[in-house]
């Protein structure tokens, strides 16, 4: 069975430091681009960034550029995504998701498979 599985969330202060992993199961992310998205209450899910199936092309929201860094580890078979000078506007449930293709895609639909999210919250 075909899972992901995503941890580190939490509640942190604004300027502060998070690391989410998403962990697959059930097959090897060698042949997968995956995602990071978020979705905040009331607003749409969004890409927050991408890395190829090689790990050598990566790409990010404007909005988080310079602040977040995604990586694989594929002896682990699991994605992190590295999150610093956290705002109060990060606060949302983060979902990584796995496309079945070597490259990054654009929209929500083009991803195939999907984890249950793990929420972050940014507040003094």
């Known amino acids: 069975q075909l899972q992901l599985v995503e941890s580190g969330g939490g509640l942190v202060q604004p300027g502060g430091s998070l690391r989410l992993s998403c962990a697959a199961s059930g097959f090897t992310l060698d042949y997968y681009a995956i995602g990071w998205f978020r979705q905040a209450p009331g607003k749409e899910r969004e890409r927050v960034s991408c890395i190829s199936s090689s790990g050598g092309s990566t790409n990010y929201a404007d909005s988080v550029k310079g602040r977040f860094t995604i990586s694989k580890d594929n002896a682990k078979n699991t994605v992190y995504l590295q999150m610093n000078s956290l705002k109060p506007e990060d606060t949302a449930v983060y979902y990584c998701?796995?496309?079945?293709?070597?490259?990054?895609?654009?929209?929500?639909?083009?991803?195939?498979?999907w984890g249950q999210g793990t929420q972050v919250t940014v507040s003094s």
């Open positions: 998701a796995a496309r079945d293709r070597r490259v990054c895609g654009g929209g929500i639909i083009e991803y195939d498979y």
